[in-house]
């Protein structure tokens, strides 16, 4: 099964940006879908941004143009530029992969959005 790992996350003043990463135990174009969710304490965890193997990108409404979600295949990482961060955007978030009917998951990294 497939090892995630994110970084990347912090405390950011609303407005401000951060680039999550989630480097991967083996090749991304063994992957065909990954994506970013998130989770705040009391909620389900939310689909944030997708990018399947083919590239083609999907968003939350909520964050569609602010967040952007990339893969680079030689380092086997994928990323999540967020930028205009708004308190609301406060939560732990999540890589997941998916190979088949095989899913994993990161162990979260927080971000935190406060002046």
């Known amino acids: 099964q497939v090892q995630l790992v994110e970084s990347g996350g912090g405390l950011v003043q609303p407005g401000g940006s951060l680039r999550l990463s989630c480097a991967a135990s083996?090749?991304?174009?063994?992957?065909?879908?990954m994506a970013w969710y998130r989770q705040v304490p009391g909620k389900q965890r939310e689909l944030v941004a997708s990018?399947?193997?083919?590239?083609?990108?999907n968003y939350a409404g909520s964050v569609k143009g602010r967040f952007s979600i990339s893969r680079d295949n030689a380092k086997n990482t994928v990323f999540l530029q967020m930028n205009s961060l708004h308190s609301e955007d406060t939560a732990i978030y999540y890589c997941?992969?998916?190979?088949?009917?095989?899913?994993?998951w990161g162990q979260g990294t927080q971000v935190t959005v406060s002046s």
């Open positions: 997941y992969g998916r190979k088949g009917i095989l899913g994993s």
């Open positions: 083996e090749s991304i174009l063994s992957i065909p879908f």
């Open positions: 990018i399947p193997i083919s590239g083609a990108t």
